[in-house]
Protein backbone atom coordinates (compact mmCIF):
# COMPACT_ATOMS: atom_id res chain seq x y z
CA UNK A 1 0.00 0.00 0.00
CA UNK A 2 1.28 3.94 -1.01
CA UNK A 3 2.55 5.88 2.08
CA UNK A 4 0.64 8.92 -0.15
CA UNK A 5 -2.53 7.08 -0.65
CA UNK A 6 -2.43 5.97 2.81
CA UNK A 7 -1.82 10.22 3.99
CA UNK A 8 -4.95 10.87 1.62
CA UNK A 9 -6.94 8.35 3.28
CA UNK A 10 -6.37 9.70 6.49
CA UNK A 11 -6.70 13.19 5.81
CA UNK A 12 -10.30 11.77 3.83
CA UNK A 13 -11.46 11.09 7.27
CA UNK A 14 -10.85 14.30 9.09
CA UNK A 15 -12.26 16.10 6.27
CA UNK A 16 -15.70 13.61 6.72
CA UNK A 17 -15.69 13.70 10.89
CA UNK A 18 -15.06 17.30 10.71
CA UNK A 19 -16.12 18.96 7.24
CA UNK A 20 -13.47 21.38 7.10
CA UNK A 21 -10.35 20.99 5.43
CA UNK A 22 -6.96 19.42 7.40
CA UNK A 23 -3.45 19.06 6.75
CA UNK A 24 -1.81 15.62 6.89
CA UNK A 25 1.97 15.51 7.38
CA UNK A 26 3.84 13.16 6.70
CA UNK A 27 6.83 11.75 9.31
CA UNK A 28 9.72 8.83 8.26
CA UNK A 29 11.83 9.66 11.91
CA UNK A 30 11.17 9.23 15.13
CA UNK A 31 8.29 6.78 14.70
CA UNK A 32 9.05 3.96 17.39
CA UNK A 33 7.75 3.74 20.01
CA UNK A 34 4.38 5.28 18.53
CA UNK A 35 3.72 8.65 20.94
CA UNK A 36 1.40 8.45 23.75
CA UNK A 37 -2.22 8.89 22.65
CA UNK A 38 -1.44 8.36 18.84
CA UNK A 39 -4.09 6.14 16.65
CA UNK A 40 -2.60 3.11 15.79
CA UNK A 41 -3.19 0.86 12.41
CA UNK A 42 -1.62 -2.56 11.44
CA UNK A 43 -2.05 -2.07 7.47
CA UNK A 44 -0.73 -5.25 5.42
CA UNK A 45 1.44 -4.50 2.33
CA UNK A 46 -1.46 -6.17 -0.03
CA UNK A 47 -4.33 -4.31 0.97
CA UNK A 48 -6.47 -2.27 -1.22
CA UNK A 49 -7.19 1.34 -1.01
CA UNK A 50 -11.18 0.08 -0.47
CA UNK A 51 -9.94 -2.31 2.35
CA UNK A 52 -7.41 0.26 3.81
CA UNK A 53 -10.18 2.60 4.02
CA UNK A 54 -12.48 0.81 5.83
CA UNK A 55 -9.61 -0.35 8.43
CA UNK A 56 -8.72 3.19 9.29
CA UNK A 57 -12.73 4.03 9.82
CA UNK A 58 -12.92 1.11 12.39
CA UNK A 59 -9.27 1.97 14.02
CA UNK A 60 -10.76 5.78 15.08
CA UNK A 61 -13.97 4.19 15.96
CA UNK A 62 -12.04 2.11 18.71
CA UNK A 63 -9.28 4.81 19.68
CA UNK A 64 -12.59 6.72 20.14
CA UNK A 65 -14.06 4.39 22.76
CA UNK A 66 -10.86 4.93 24.60
CA UNK A 67 -10.96 8.65 24.37
CA UNK A 68 -15.00 9.73 24.97
CA UNK A 69 -16.08 13.19 24.42
CA UNK A 70 -19.23 15.37 25.08
CA UNK A 71 -22.11 13.99 23.14
CA UNK A 72 -21.94 17.13 20.42
CA UNK A 73 -18.01 17.31 20.08
CA UNK A 74 -15.92 14.91 18.05
CA UNK A 75 -12.44 14.14 19.45
CA UNK A 76 -9.63 13.83 17.01
CA UNK A 77 -6.14 12.07 17.30
CA UNK A 78 -3.54 14.38 16.50
CA UNK A 79 -0.88 11.47 15.40
CA UNK A 80 -2.09 8.16 13.30
CA UNK A 81 1.06 5.85 14.01
CA UNK A 82 1.05 3.07 10.79
CA UNK A 83 2.69 -0.23 11.72
CA UNK A 84 3.27 -3.29 9.07
CA UNK A 85 4.02 -6.47 10.99
CA UNK A 86 4.04 -4.72 14.17
CA UNK A 87 7.08 -2.18 13.15
CA UNK A 88 6.13 1.67 12.69
CA UNK A 89 6.09 2.53 9.01
CA UNK A 90 5.45 6.29 9.33
CA UNK A 91 3.79 8.80 11.35
CA UNK A 92 0.73 10.93 10.25
CA UNK A 93 0.45 14.57 11.84
CA UNK A 94 -2.74 16.01 11.65
CA UNK A 95 -4.24 19.57 12.07
CA UNK A 96 -6.03 22.70 10.71
CA UNK A 97 -3.39 24.10 9.22
CA UNK A 98 0.03 23.65 8.10
CA UNK A 99 2.28 25.46 10.42
CA UNK A 100 0.46 24.22 13.74
CA UNK A 101 0.54 20.35 12.40
CA UNK A 102 4.83 21.41 11.67
CA UNK A 103 5.30 22.14 15.19
CA UNK A 104 3.66 19.01 16.06
CA UNK A 105 5.53 16.93 14.40
CA UNK A 106 8.73 18.23 15.42
CA UNK A 107 8.18 18.86 19.10
CA UNK A 108 5.97 14.76 18.49
CA UNK A 109 2.80 16.33 20.45
CA UNK A 110 0.06 13.95 20.15
CA UNK A 111 -2.58 15.03 22.14
CA UNK A 112 -5.42 14.99 21.14
CA UNK A 113 -7.91 18.18 19.98
CA UNK A 114 -11.89 18.73 20.22
CA UNK A 115 -14.50 20.27 17.27
CA UNK A 116 -17.77 20.61 17.54
CA UNK A 117 -19.96 18.81 15.27
CA UNK A 118 -21.49 20.45 12.94
CA UNK A 119 -25.05 19.94 10.93
CA UNK A 120 -25.56 20.97 7.21
CA UNK A 121 -27.09 23.97 6.59
CA UNK A 122 -30.38 24.67 3.89
CA UNK A 123 -29.25 29.02 4.23
CA UNK A 124 -25.55 30.46 2.72
CA UNK A 125 -24.41 32.03 5.74
CA UNK A 126 -21.97 35.17 5.46
CA UNK A 127 -18.99 32.89 7.15
CA UNK A 128 -18.95 30.29 4.28
CA UNK A 129 -18.89 33.27 1.77
CA UNK A 130 -15.98 34.80 3.20
CA UNK A 131 -14.32 31.29 3.54
CA UNK A 132 -14.28 29.87 0.07
CA UNK A 133 -10.76 28.57 0.08
CA UNK A 134 -9.59 29.10 3.53
CA UNK A 135 -7.47 26.46 4.82
CA UNK A 136 -7.77 24.28 1.77
CA UNK A 137 -4.95 23.18 -0.18
CA UNK A 138 -4.43 23.84 -3.60
CA UNK A 139 -1.93 23.28 -6.26
CA UNK A 140 -1.52 25.97 -9.36
CA UNK A 141 0.10 24.63 -12.33
CA UNK A 142 2.41 27.32 -14.16
CA UNK A 143 1.81 29.31 -10.96
CA UNK A 144 5.75 31.21 -10.99
CA UNK A 145 4.43 34.12 -13.13
CA UNK A 146 1.88 35.99 -14.84
CA UNK A 147 -1.65 35.04 -14.42
CA UNK A 148 -0.67 32.35 -12.22
CA UNK A 149 0.96 33.84 -10.35
CA UNK A 150 -2.36 35.90 -10.02
CA UNK A 151 -4.34 33.31 -9.28
CA UNK A 152 -1.90 31.70 -6.31
CA UNK A 153 -1.88 34.98 -4.76
CA UNK A 154 -5.58 35.46 -4.47
CA UNK A 155 -5.88 31.84 -3.21
CA UNK A 156 -3.36 32.85 -0.80
CA UNK A 157 -4.70 35.80 0.34
CA UNK A 158 -8.39 34.08 0.72
CA UNK A 159 -6.41 31.60 3.19
CA UNK A 160 -5.38 28.70 0.94
CA UNK A 161 -2.48 26.72 1.17
CA UNK A 162 -1.04 26.71 -2.36
CA UNK A 163 1.63 24.66 -4.10
CA UNK A 164 3.13 26.86 -7.28
CA UNK A 165 3.69 24.19 -9.53
CA UNK A 166 6.19 25.16 -12.37
CA UNK A 167 8.62 23.82 -14.88
CA UNK A 168 10.97 27.22 -13.49
CA UNK A 169 11.49 26.24 -10.18
CA UNK A 170 13.54 29.23 -9.28
CA UNK A 171 10.92 31.48 -10.14
CA UNK A 172 8.04 29.27 -8.09
CA UNK A 173 10.69 28.99 -4.51
CA UNK A 174 11.13 32.65 -5.06
CA UNK A 175 7.14 33.50 -5.06
CA UNK A 176 6.57 31.46 -2.17
CA UNK A 177 9.64 32.81 -0.43
CA UNK A 178 8.11 36.56 -0.87
CA UNK A 179 4.24 35.28 -0.14
CA UNK A 180 4.97 33.25 3.31
CA UNK A 181 7.32 36.22 4.68
CA UNK A 182 4.03 38.83 3.84
CA UNK A 183 1.37 36.76 5.13
CA UNK A 184 3.75 35.51 8.42
CA UNK A 185 2.68 31.57 8.12
CA UNK A 186 3.31 29.17 5.56
CA UNK A 187 0.84 29.51 2.78
CA UNK A 188 2.77 28.79 -0.56
CA UNK A 189 5.25 25.42 -1.05
CA UNK A 190 6.77 25.76 -4.96
CA UNK A 191 7.34 22.32 -6.26
CA UNK A 192 8.92 21.43 -9.82
CA UNK A 193 6.99 19.90 -12.84
CA UNK A 194 6.56 19.27 -16.65
CA UNK A 195 2.92 19.14 -17.39
CA UNK A 196 3.56 16.59 -20.64
CA UNK A 197 5.74 14.38 -18.82
CA UNK A 198 3.91 11.78 -16.65
CA UNK A 199 6.43 11.15 -14.08
CA UNK A 200 7.38 14.45 -13.75
CA UNK A 201 3.59 15.09 -12.75
CA UNK A 202 3.34 11.86 -10.63
CA UNK A 203 6.20 13.17 -8.91
CA UNK A 204 4.26 16.25 -8.23
CA UNK A 205 1.50 14.97 -6.60
CA UNK A 206 2.88 12.26 -4.34
CA UNK A 207 4.91 15.13 -2.64
CA UNK A 208 2.01 17.22 -2.77
CA UNK A 209 0.27 13.78 -0.72
CA UNK A 210 3.49 13.91 1.52
CA UNK A 211 3.69 17.48 2.46
CA UNK A 212 -0.23 18.07 2.76
CA UNK A 213 -1.84 14.90 3.07
CA UNK A 214 -3.89 15.50 -0.31
CA UNK A 215 -6.00 17.99 -2.36
CA UNK A 216 -8.92 20.50 -2.63
CA UNK A 217 -8.64 22.35 -5.90
CA UNK A 218 -6.32 21.60 -8.75
CA UNK A 219 -5.82 24.51 -11.24
CA UNK A 220 -4.34 23.63 -14.79
CA UNK A 221 -3.01 27.06 -15.55
CA UNK A 222 0.18 26.06 -17.40
CA UNK A 223 -0.19 26.80 -21.13
CA UNK A 224 1.86 28.14 -24.24
CA UNK A 225 1.69 29.68 -27.58
CA UNK A 226 2.38 29.55 -30.59
CA UNK A 227 0.69 31.20 -33.48
CA UNK A 228 1.23 30.39 -36.95
CA UNK A 229 -0.93 29.46 -40.06
CA UNK A 230 -1.71 26.35 -40.77
CA UNK A 231 0.00 26.54 -44.25
CA UNK A 232 2.90 27.82 -42.95
CA UNK A 233 3.68 26.40 -39.08
CA UNK A 234 6.09 23.59 -38.51
CA UNK A 235 4.21 20.32 -36.74
CA UNK A 236 7.29 20.52 -34.22
CA UNK A 237 5.55 23.73 -32.93
CA UNK A 238 2.33 22.57 -33.39
CA UNK A 239 2.98 19.57 -31.04
CA UNK A 240 4.46 21.76 -28.87
CA UNK A 241 1.25 23.80 -28.25
CA UNK A 242 -0.58 20.90 -27.61
CA UNK A 243 1.30 18.67 -25.72
CA UNK A 244 1.39 21.30 -22.80
CA UNK A 245 -2.40 22.41 -23.70
CA UNK A 246 -4.08 19.58 -24.48
CA UNK A 247 -2.23 16.88 -23.36
CA UNK A 248 -0.72 18.42 -20.49
CA UNK A 249 -4.13 18.37 -19.29
CA UNK A 250 -4.83 15.15 -19.77
CA UNK A 251 -2.02 13.78 -17.65
CA UNK A 252 -2.38 16.43 -15.22
CA UNK A 253 -5.97 15.25 -14.88
CA UNK A 254 -5.27 11.20 -14.50
CA UNK A 255 -2.65 11.86 -11.69
CA UNK A 256 -4.83 14.36 -9.86
CA UNK A 257 -7.59 13.01 -10.00
CA UNK A 258 -6.22 9.45 -8.75
CA UNK A 259 -5.07 11.02 -5.60
CA UNK A 260 -8.66 12.62 -5.18
CA UNK A 261 -10.73 9.71 -5.85
CA UNK A 262 -8.28 8.28 -2.66
CA UNK A 263 -9.21 10.18 -0.58
CA UNK A 264 -12.93 10.27 -1.33
CA UNK A 265 -12.97 7.04 -0.24
CA UNK A 266 -13.24 8.16 3.16
CA UNK A 267 -14.41 11.53 2.37
CA UNK A 268 -17.52 10.05 0.63
CA UNK A 269 -19.39 14.08 0.78
CA UNK A 270 -16.51 16.09 0.54
CA UNK A 271 -16.46 17.77 -3.14
CA UNK A 272 -12.97 18.85 -4.44
CA UNK A 273 -12.42 20.88 -8.09
CA UNK A 274 -10.28 20.09 -10.88
CA UNK A 275 -10.44 23.71 -12.92
CA UNK A 276 -8.93 24.07 -16.26
CA UNK A 277 -7.67 27.63 -17.50
CA UNK A 278 -8.88 27.47 -20.44
CA UNK A 279 -9.23 30.46 -23.14
CA UNK A 280 -12.22 32.57 -24.74
CA UNK A 281 -10.10 31.15 -27.86
CA UNK A 282 -11.62 27.41 -26.81
CA UNK A 283 -14.86 29.05 -27.55
CA UNK A 284 -14.03 30.61 -30.42
CA UNK A 285 -11.78 30.26 -33.35
CA UNK A 286 -8.31 32.09 -33.91
CA UNK A 287 -6.58 33.51 -36.89
CA UNK A 288 -4.06 31.99 -37.73
CA UNK A 289 -3.26 30.28 -34.43
CA UNK A 290 -5.09 26.83 -34.72
CA UNK A 291 -2.97 25.03 -32.55
CA UNK A 292 -3.95 26.93 -29.43
CA UNK A 293 -7.75 27.20 -30.08
CA UNK A 294 -7.26 23.87 -31.07
CA UNK A 295 -6.11 22.33 -27.86
CA UNK A 296 -8.59 24.67 -26.09
CA UNK A 297 -11.43 23.41 -27.81
CA UNK A 298 -10.12 20.08 -26.88
CA UNK A 299 -9.62 20.86 -23.62
CA UNK A 300 -12.96 21.75 -23.08
CA UNK A 301 -13.80 18.02 -24.00
CA UNK A 302 -11.84 16.89 -22.11
CA UNK A 303 -13.48 18.95 -19.06
CA UNK A 304 -17.11 18.06 -20.01
CA UNK A 305 -16.06 14.01 -20.40
CA UNK A 306 -13.70 13.82 -17.17
CA UNK A 307 -16.86 15.66 -15.31
CA UNK A 308 -19.25 12.91 -16.02
CA UNK A 309 -16.50 10.43 -14.78
CA UNK A 310 -15.32 11.96 -11.97
CA UNK A 311 -18.17 13.07 -10.23
CA UNK A 312 -18.53 9.64 -9.01
CA UNK A 313 -15.71 10.54 -6.44
CA UNK A 314 -17.09 13.84 -5.53
CA UNK A 315 -14.37 15.44 -7.95
CA UNK A 316 -15.87 18.21 -10.33
CA UNK A 317 -14.13 19.22 -13.46
CA UNK A 318 -14.84 22.87 -15.08
CA UNK A 319 -13.06 25.41 -17.02
CA UNK A 320 -12.87 29.22 -16.81
CA UNK A 321 -12.18 30.57 -20.24
CA UNK A 322 -10.58 34.14 -19.76
CA UNK A 323 -10.57 37.17 -22.37
CA UNK A 324 -7.14 38.86 -23.63
CA UNK A 325 -4.94 39.84 -20.82
CA UNK A 326 -4.53 42.83 -22.45
CA UNK A 327 -2.23 44.49 -19.53
CA UNK A 328 0.12 41.15 -19.48
CA UNK A 329 3.19 40.65 -20.77
CA UNK A 330 2.28 38.11 -23.74
CA UNK A 331 0.42 41.57 -25.06
CA UNK A 332 2.39 44.84 -23.49
CA UNK A 333 6.06 43.23 -23.11
CA UNK A 334 7.37 46.91 -25.37
CA UNK A 335 9.49 44.61 -27.07
CA UNK A 336 7.97 41.09 -27.73
CA UNK A 337 4.26 41.95 -26.98
CA UNK A 338 1.28 41.10 -29.04
CA UNK A 339 0.47 44.51 -29.58
CA UNK A 340 4.09 45.19 -31.19
CA UNK A 341 3.70 42.38 -33.38
CA UNK A 342 0.08 43.08 -34.69
CA UNK A 343 1.52 46.64 -35.27
CA UNK A 344 4.39 45.72 -36.92
CA UNK A 345 2.48 43.13 -38.75
CA UNK A 346 -0.08 45.34 -39.75
CA UNK A 347 -2.55 42.88 -38.13
CA UNK A 348 -4.69 45.95 -37.80
CA UNK A 349 -5.85 47.76 -40.45
CA UNK A 350 -4.98 51.94 -40.35
CA UNK A 351 -3.26 51.44 -37.01
CA UNK A 352 -0.28 53.53 -36.15
CA UNK A 353 0.57 53.15 -32.86
CA UNK A 354 0.71 50.57 -30.40
CA UNK A 355 -2.15 52.72 -28.62
CA UNK A 356 -4.25 52.21 -31.87
CA UNK A 357 -4.03 48.35 -31.93
CA UNK A 358 -5.00 48.33 -28.12
CA UNK A 359 -7.82 50.46 -28.38
CA UNK A 360 -9.19 48.24 -31.69
CA UNK A 361 -8.79 44.87 -29.31
CA UNK A 362 -10.73 46.80 -26.37
CA UNK A 363 -13.46 47.76 -28.67
CA UNK A 364 -14.31 44.16 -29.70
CA UNK A 365 -15.15 43.89 -25.53
CA UNK A 366 -18.63 45.14 -24.88
CA UNK A 367 -17.05 46.23 -21.55
CA UNK A 368 -13.69 47.86 -23.58
CA UNK A 369 -11.37 46.58 -21.36
CA UNK A 370 -8.91 43.38 -20.71
CA UNK A 371 -9.95 40.80 -18.87
CA UNK A 372 -7.50 40.79 -15.69
CA UNK A 373 -6.34 38.15 -13.05
CA UNK A 374 -8.72 39.50 -10.29
CA UNK A 375 -11.70 38.54 -13.02
CA UNK A 376 -10.41 35.41 -13.56
CA UNK A 377 -10.19 34.51 -9.70
CA UNK A 378 -13.44 35.57 -9.28
CA UNK A 379 -14.69 32.98 -11.79
CA UNK A 380 -12.70 30.12 -9.90
CA UNK A 381 -14.04 30.80 -6.86
CA UNK A 382 -17.38 30.92 -8.45
CA UNK A 383 -16.69 27.19 -9.32
CA UNK A 384 -15.54 26.15 -6.14
CA UNK A 385 -18.16 27.70 -4.21
CA UNK A 386 -21.10 26.07 -6.07
CA UNK A 387 -21.18 22.46 -5.40
CA UNK A 388 -23.86 21.61 -7.97
CA UNK A 389 -22.09 22.01 -11.21
CA UNK A 390 -19.85 20.35 -13.14
CA UNK A 391 -18.42 20.24 -17.09
CA UNK A 392 -19.01 23.44 -17.60
CA UNK A 393 -16.55 26.34 -19.71
CA UNK A 394 -16.97 29.68 -18.08
CA UNK A 395 -16.77 32.80 -19.99
CA UNK A 396 -14.64 35.41 -18.33
CA UNK A 397 -14.48 37.88 -21.81
CA UNK A 398 -16.54 41.14 -20.84
CA UNK A 399 -19.43 39.91 -22.84
CA UNK A 400 -16.93 39.40 -26.08
CA UNK A 401 -18.15 35.77 -25.98
CA UNK A 402 -21.71 34.58 -24.57
CA UNK A 403 -22.79 31.77 -23.58
CA UNK A 404 -26.05 30.34 -26.42
Known amino acids: MNKMNLAALVRGLFLDLTKKPHFVITDYANKEPAPNGAMCIEITSEQSEESSALMIRKAYENWKKTNPAAEDKIILPSCVAITLKNKFEVLFWIGDNYDSVQKKCIAKDASTFIVTSSEA??????????NIVKNKIALVTGGAQGIGEDIVRNLVSAGAFVFIADLNISGAKNLADKINA???RT??????????????????????AEITGGLDIFISNAGVLKAGSVLEQELSDFKFVTDINFTGFFIVSKFAGRLLRTQHLTAPNWKTDIIQVNSKSGLEGSNKNGAYAGGKFGGIGLVASFAMELIEYGIKVNAVCPGNFLDGPLWSDPDKGLF??????????????????????ESRVPMKRGCTGKDLVRAI????????????????????IMLH
Open 121 to 130: NTTITQEERS
Open 340 to 361: VQYLTAGKVPGAKTIADVRASY
Open 182 to 184: SEN
Open 381 to 400: FYIIEQEYETGQAIPVTGGQ
Open 187 to 208: AAFAVEVNVSSEESVEAMINTT
